[in-house]
């Protein structure tokens, strides 16, 4: 069964630091693998997303992700915090042949001046 | 504007009183999906619907209702509610197909005492 898990519930930069945000998934097959961000008191938008085109994928705001099928890990990462940076971000996979999304902890980003 | 509508935003209740949270979507999207958020838990779906008039069960359905007699509408219903359902609910839709990202709404947060 599909499975994601996000490494660090909470993490920590400065600003202008690089951002790491870490998740494992396992999945019996390629999986689809989305990440979203949470900004306070809003829904999830969709940052980016994995769809065995390319292994490194560039969403908005300067995010991009690896895949790397060895490791089962699609971690997110952006050279540069910013202040705007800081919400929750969560990493996903679909289930099977339908739409549904299995959504890992999250994890919440914070970023100091 | 491309948008899911989730109302109301907020709502305090009491246990056993019966509450309704409609979600509307104006992307003619065929899959909608409620969710619960929680602290340490990510989203948990409760319920999803694939087309009009069909729905499934997620994995908390408990205590929930849904219908879809609309293609925009996939309302939340709760007949009886109580303190664990208090919570943060979304709602979300996206056409079919593994790799489309899902839309979300801004979400509802419902407070049960």
């Known amino acids: 069964a599909q499975s994601v898990t996000q490494l660090g519930s909470h993490v920590s930069v400065s600003e202008g630091a690089l951002v790491l945000l870490r998740c494992n998934y396992s999945?019996?097959?390629?999986?689809?693998l989305f990440w979203y961000v949470q900004y306070p008191n809003q829904g999830l938008q969709l940052l980016l997303k994995?769809?065995?085109?390319?292994?490194l994928v560039k969403g908005i705001n300067g995010f991009e992700a690896e895949f790397k099928k060895s490791e089962t890990s699609f971690h997110l990462t952006k050279p540069s915090a910013h202040m705007s940076d800081a919400a929750e971000y969560f990493c996903?996979?679909?289930?099977?042949?339908?739409?549904?999304?299995?959504f890992g902890a999250g994890t919440r980003l914070a970023v100091h001046p | 504007e491309a948008q899911v509508t989730q109302n109301p935003r907020y709502l305090i209740t009491v246990t056993g009183k019966k509450l309704t949270v409609t979600c509307s979507q104006n992307?003619?999207?065929?899959?909608m999906s409620w969710y619960r958020q929680d602290p340490g838990l990510g989203l948990r779906q409760i319920y999803y619907?694939?087309?009009?008039?069909?729905?499934d069960k997620g994995d908390v359905p408990e205590g929930y209702k849904v219908s879809r007699k609309e293609k925009r509408n996939f309302p939340l219903i709760l007949e009886s509610p109580s303190p664990n359902q208090t919570s943060l609910y979304f709602c979300?839709?996206?056409?079919?197909?593994?790799?489309?990202?899902?839309?979300f709404g801004d979400g509802t947060r419902l407070s049960i005492l």
């Open positions: 979300a839709s996206s056409f079919t197909g593994q790799n489309q990202p899902q839309h």
């Open positions: 999945s019996s097959v390629p999986p689809y």
């Open positions: 994995y769809t065995s085109a390319a292994t």
């Open positions: 996903a996979v679909i289930k099977g042949g339908y739409n549904k999304l299995i």
């Open positions: 992307m003619n999207h065929e899959y």
């Open positions: 619907s694939m087309n009009v008039e069909v729905t």
